[in-house]
């Protein structure tokens, strides 16, 4: 009797191995469907990303990360059909995900900003911006941090968070810009010929633009000027050379037509005690 017992435990464990083998080939074959379905899922995505014309710099982070959650996703799947505890593993790899998030927040951070940025795009690679303290021409953006060649050639990384988490001026959104100038005139001086003179300049230059308008008008009474304003739309090709060369035609402009621009002047009054005034602060 005890002989067909040990029979019967032995043919039940063998069962049990079986099963368990079974099982455990099963869930191997599933992880792999598993594997193939999240690359194939993923992979769809990202042809319709390219598609819908998404930021190329941006599709394969976002593909790769679809790809992680859906292995992560198959990966718990499979351990509970083989019957591992999963509730546990769970929260185990939950707490790990925010230890990491906290250790790495810094980094993290530059990694949203650096999506934000290229999906909302608030510039593009050849702008003249400034972004992060510094202004420059953007030679580079990835979802860590921006690339800027600033004036003197300089080459300057800034982390996104930076860069996203302050105002961002792009002089590159326009087709066109402003260029502007001042100059003092004395209160002596014709006034509205000092106007019409700098307004038949700014009109007579092929770089202005007639629409909008160049203006002259008086921006400011001054000590020792009458201070001028001088506004002149260009495209965005002409404005740094327009910028540059305005100044100096308005001092010519305006010493052809014998229109001066005065040094600033202040004028002192002396006031002379009498003499027995003087004599009484002496002898205190």
């Known amino acids: 009797m005890q002989v067909w017992m040990r029979r019967l435990d032995l043919l039940d464990l063998s069962h049990a191995s079986v099963r368990m083998g079974l099982r455990l080939l099963l869930g191997i074959v599933l992880f792999a469907l598993g594997l193939w ?19 190329p710099t941006l599709i394969p982070f976002l593909r790769n990360s679809l790809y992680g959650a859906l292995i992560v ?22 707490a790990a995900g925010l230890a990491i998030g ?33 202004s420059g021409s953007v030679e580079a953006i ?12 300089r080459v300057v990384v800034i982390p996104n968070a930076k860069v996203g988490g302050d105002a961002i001026v792009n002089y590159n959104r326009r087709g066109t810009r402003r260029a502007q100038v001042q100059v003092g005139i004395g209160y002596g ?9 700098l307004h ?7 770089r ?52 001066s621009i005065p040094f600033p002047q202040r004028e002192l009054l002396i006031r002379r005690m009498p003499v027995a005034a003087r004599a009484d602060r002496s002898a205190r």
């Open 37 to 55: 379905l999240a690359a194939r899922v993923a992979n769809l995505m990202r042809r319709a990303l390219r598609r819908a014309r998404v930021e």
């Open 73 to 94: 996703l198959v990966a718990v799947s499979v351990l509970g059909f083989l019957g591992v505890p999963t509730a546990s593993l769970v929260a185990a790899v939950g």
């Open 102 to 134: 906290l250790a790495l927040q810094g980094s993290l951070s530059n990694l949203a900003w650096g999506v934000l940025l290229i999906l909302f795009r608030p510039f593009h690679t050849g702008d003249w911006v400034d972004a992060g303290g510094y």
């Open 142 to 153: 990835s979802l860590m941090h921006t690339t800027l060649v600033l004036a003197d050639n």
């Open 189 to 197: 001086e014709d006034l509205a010929r000092a106007l019409q003179v």
């Open 200 to 206: 038949d300049m700014l009109v007579a230059d092929a």
């Open 208 to 259: 202005v633009l007639s629409d909008p308008a160049p203006s002259v008008y008086v921006a400011a009474l001054g000590d020792s000027a009458v201070n001028l304003t001088l506004w002149a739309w260009a495209q965005r090709a002409d404005w740094w050379p327009l910028q540059q060369d305005l100044p100096r035609r308005v001092k010519e402009t305006l010493d052809a037509a014998g229109i």
